[in-house]
């Protein structure tokens, strides 16, 4: 269970969150969406501990890690999927997926089977350099490292940013897989709308660095969300 308290962050004299809230349960998908320069990408890196925040809290499990370090916060479960994937392109396929290996204990660093059973194409490509994939294929393998981490909590920065249709469905069913299992807390930062409506079970729209808007799948309303992003 994620719980992000009432968190600012600033950048110098730049404001870029303000009074966030939101959570995330395990077997459930939280969906933070928004136009570009709204905030959802520092709100993630905040997450993660990439920026650290003046004041709120962020909670996983009932313990406040909002001072650990992002090496910390990783080792209590925190995988994160980056904005533009940020794979290693010298680096083979299976060398990049064992990047993840860095905050796991000795008998769990190998790779897991969902890793190839969600996304195939993996397995078939272990020996080719990250920066010979295509881009669908570099997203797939960015999840995939996030996955070796077994994380508690998966954080996911716009997914299908410039991903071709027939991976965007890969994606997707990947993340309803993951969901099932009910064991992942999963934050889905998204732009595409139809693919946030169909995975979500809570929304939250955010403009100018704080959230205006919330519903959860029970009373979701996708032309309302639509207007929301658009004000």
Request: glycine content about 12%; charged content about 25%; aromatic content about 6%.
């Amino acid at each position: 269970m994620l719980e992000v308290k009432d968190i600012n962050l600033f950048y110098g004299a730049a404001q870029a969150l303000r009074g966030v809230s939101i959570a995330a349960e395990p077997g459930k998908v939280t969906c933070v969406l928004g136009r570009n320069g709204v905030g959802k990408t520092s709100l993630l890196r905040a997450m993660v501990g990439q920026y650290p925040i003046s004041s709120g809290a962020i909670v996983l499990d009932g313990s406040d890690i909002t001072g650990l370090k992002p090496y910390e916060r990783a080792r209590k479960g925190i995988g994160f999927v980056p904005q533009g994937r940020e794979i290693f392109p010298l680096l083979t396929v299976e060398e990049n997926l064992k990047t993840g290996f860095g905050p796991l204990r000795r008998e769990d660093k190998h790779i897991p089977d969902d890793v190839y059973s969600l996304f195939p194409v993996l397995q078939s490509m272990l020996g080719r350099r990250g920066g010979d994939l295509s881009g669908g294929q570099q997203q797939q393998l960015a999840i995939g490292r996030a996955l070796v981490m077994r994380p508690k909590l998966l954080l996911l920065d716009e997914p299908t940013e410039g991903i071709q249709p027939s991976i965007i469905k890969d994606i997707g069913r990947a993340i309803s897989y993951l969901r099932n299992l009910g064991n992942i807390a999963i934050v889905l930062v998204e732009q595409y709308l139809d693919f946030a409506c169909e995975l979500g079970d809570s929304f939250a729209v955010m403009d100018r660095g704080a959230v205006k808007f919330t519903c959860d799948r029970s009373n979701l309303d996708a032309s309302e969300i639509s207007r929301q992003m658009a004000l």
